[in-house]
């Protein structure tokens, strides 16, 4: 009677467990301590596609071939050795990717396998890795993961280098297109850099329009070589996002360690300084970094600290150049020059704090309160000398681009009470200067409010002639080039001839930039160019200079 009741007792037990083992979620194999199966449940079954009766009674390495030398099989045989339970992912490409696995082995002999899929919890792992460690637009290292590489580097005492990259003018396309053409040409840039990667390369995008490389074990005498043929990659033009193509300029700053620094943070800011130092040289270029730049990294720090502070009473002020007109004794218009006392450096080049500003956003921040000075001085001189000529200010491209710029500038025309025509806005000379629908848009609602528009530098770049046609442009400025070679250079005279008469038949109004020789006068006027600025009259100067001469005098004499 008791066997009656132990037999239903175990039977009873029996149908306990595998309806457990048959309602879990995991796959369950039963092994004795030969490895030979017992039992597997029907999630194991749907997992690995294979049926109990087919398996059970067969050495789990025969039953699953993919076992044999893996992870899997080591750590079964050393739960069998030493008992316990141990847990670990695999994956199993042949069965669905990645399972997480745990292994416990039995009092009675032998072992449980459990196990279950856990490949969409990977596959979020490797994005959020990819997050962490790549860029989301081009697939490129990241900062942080470059920082892991160096550092690693770094604690292996190896010799790497840095390439700092910049795109030289990827905030003008921005600028003259827009942002989705400007991502193109960084996704582009990438595929172009990834091809020079390779076991000891190590090509990263930190941020916008920079990229870096790490190099390991390159003699240092090998980077210049290198060097050039990253620059020769920037050698054909990009495709933009509109089809259109733009060529777009790198410079890379170098710096070596240890030979530079054994500090990583000193060697990304080394190499950053020598990429600057790279961009002072015309074109596609490349620099070395020396001690001797750190002062000039020190100096460009502050100058685009001072360009984003406040700007009032910084130190920013405008002179003028007088444009003369006839014989020499008729004032014409002006050109505003944008000048800059620094707190701390002293008087600046023009050219070094707008080429910070443009390199770093800041330019249309500069330009509105430059504009407000000058616009303020052009209602005082209306005001107290009857002032009605015409007031010539510069743009840089990035600003003829720049829609919300024009917003405020017209916003001010209208709160100073300027006429637009008293006003001209010149087209700076720029290679990377190039058609834009919204620079002909801004241009056309200046030229529709009456404000004129001049190209400057007119005749040194062959790009300059297809402007005419372009843009709507009123007025025409030789370049002192040409002016200069008048009495010394039968063929720039004869081309400078030819530039006065295509200003004069298509209706543009002309000036002659650079003027400082009577015979200069005498050329310009027997070929029908009556309108001057330079040396010759008068440099650029101070406002107070400028109302004494030329607007107290007319004052006095008219009276």
């Known amino acids: 009677m008791m066997e009656e009741k132990d037999k239903v007792a175990n039977g009873i037990e029996t149908i306990k467990t595998a309806t457990v083992v048959e309602s879990m979620t995991d796959g369950f194999y039963l092994l004795d301590d030969r490895m030979i199966l017992k039992y597997i449940n029907g999630i194991a079954e749907k997992i690995t596609g294979k049926r109990m009766e087919e398996i059970v009674g067969r050495p789990v390495l025969e039953a699953f071939p993919a076992l044999v030398g893996s992870h899997t099989e080591r750590m079964i045989l050393q739960v069998l050795e030493n008992k316990g339970s141990m847990e670990f992912d695999e994956n199993f490409s042949d069965h669905g990717g990645w399972y997480h696995i745990k292994l416990i082995s039995i009092e009675e002999g032998g072992f449980a396998i459990y196990f279950q899929t856990i490949e969409q919890q990977k596959r979020l792992e490797?994005?959020?890795?990819?997050?962490?460690?790549?860029?989301?637009?081009?697939?490129?290292?990241?900062?942080?993961?470059?920082?892991?590489?160096?550092?690693?580097?770094?604690?292996?005492?190896?010799?790497?280098?840095?390439?700092?990259?910049?795109?030289?003018?990827?905030?003008?396309?921005?600028?003259?297109?827009?942002?989705?053409?400007?991502?193109?040409?960084?996704?582009?840039?990438?595929?172009?850099?990834?091809?020079?990667?390779?076991?000891?390369?190590?090509?990263?995008?930190?941020?916008?329009?920079?990229?870096?490389?790490?190099?390991?074990?390159?003699?240092?005498?090998?980077?210049?070589?290198?060097?050039?043929?990253?620059?020769?990659?920037?050698?054909?033009?990009?495709?933009?996002?509109?089809?259109?193509?733009?060529?777009?300029?790198?410079?890379?700053?170098?710096?070596?360690?240890?030979?530079?620094?054994?500090?990583?943070?000193?060697?990304?800011?080394?190499?950053?300084?020598?990429?600057?130092?790279?961009?002072?040289?015309?074109?596609?270029?490349?620099?070395?970094?020396?001690?001797?730049?750190?002062?000039?990294?020190?100096?460009?720090?502050?100058?685009?600290?001072?360009?984003?502070?406040?700007?009032?009473?910084?130190?920013?002020?405008?002179?003028?150049?007088?444009?003369?007109?006839?014989?020499?004794?008729?004032?014409?218009?002006?050109?505003v020059l944008a000048r800059w006392n620094h707190p701390v450096l002293g008087e600046l080049s023009p050219l070094e704090f707008i080429e910070v500003a443009e390199q770093t956003g800041t330019i249309a921040h500069l330009t509105v309160h430059l504009l407000k000075g000058v616009l303020q001085t052009i209602k005082q001189w209306e005001s107290q000398y009857g002032w009605d000529t015409k007031t010539a200010i510069n743009m840089t491209p990035s600003l003829l681009a720049n829609s919300a710029f024009f917003d405020e500038f017209f916003s001010l025309l209208e709160q100073y009470k300027i006429k637009p025509s008293l006003l001209e806005i010149e087209l700076t000379e720029h290679a990377e200067m190039a058609y834009s629908e919204t620079t002909i848009r801004n241009l056309e609602l200046c030229r529709d409010k009456g404000i004129s528009i001049a190209i400057d530098d007119f005749g040194t770049g062959f790009s300059m002639i297809s402007y005419l046609t372009q843009f709507p442009i009123n007025k025409i400025k030789i370049d002192r080039y040409f002016i200069q070679k008048i009495g010394e250079d039968a063929k720039s005279e004869a081309v400078l001839k030819s530039l006065i008469h295509l200003a004069n038949s298509i209706g543009c109004e002309l000036l002659a930039e650079g003027v400082e020789r009577s015979e200069e006068i005498v050329f310009l006027k027997e070929n029908s160019c009556t309108k001057f600025q330079g040396y010759f009259y008068d440099k650029a100067m101070l406002l107070e200079d400028f109302e004494e001469k030329y607007l107290k005098e007319k004052v006095i004499s008219s009276k």
Do not use: W
Request: aromatic share 12%; proline share 3%.
């Open 126 to 335: 490797e994005k959020l890795t990819d997050f962490a460690y790549f860029d989301y637009l081009t697939g490129l290292s990241n900062r942080r993961r470059m920082t892991e590489i160096a550092f690693s580097l770094k604690e292996k005492g190896e010799e790497y280098s840095f390439f700092y990259i910049n795109l030289d003018n990827l905030k003008f396309i921005n600028a003259l297109y827009n942002y989705t053409s400007g991502d193109k040409v960084v996704v582009s840039v990438a595929e172009r850099l990834r091809t020079f990667s390779c076991g000891n390369r190590h090509v990263g995008r930190l941020e916008g329009d920079e990229f870096i490389i790490i190099l390991e074990k390159v003699p240092k005498e090998e980077l210049k070589n290198l060097a050039s043929e990253l620059l020769a990659l920037f050698k054909e033009p990009f495709i933009l996002a509109d089809f259109q193509t733009a060529y777009v300029t790198a410079s890379i700053g170098i710096a070596c360690s240890p030979y530079d620094t054994e500090r990583l943070r000193d060697l990304v800011a080394y190499a950053q300084t020598a990429m600057y130092e790279a961009k002072k040289i015309k074109g596609p270029s490349f620099a070395f970094y020396m001690p001797a730049m750190m002062a000039s990294r020190e100096r460009r720090v502050l100058i685009e600290k001072s360009l984003m502070d406040c700007l009032e009473n910084s130190g920013f002020y405008f002179t003028v150049q007088p444009q003369i007109s006839g014989g020499g004794t008729n004032l014409s218009g002006v050109e």
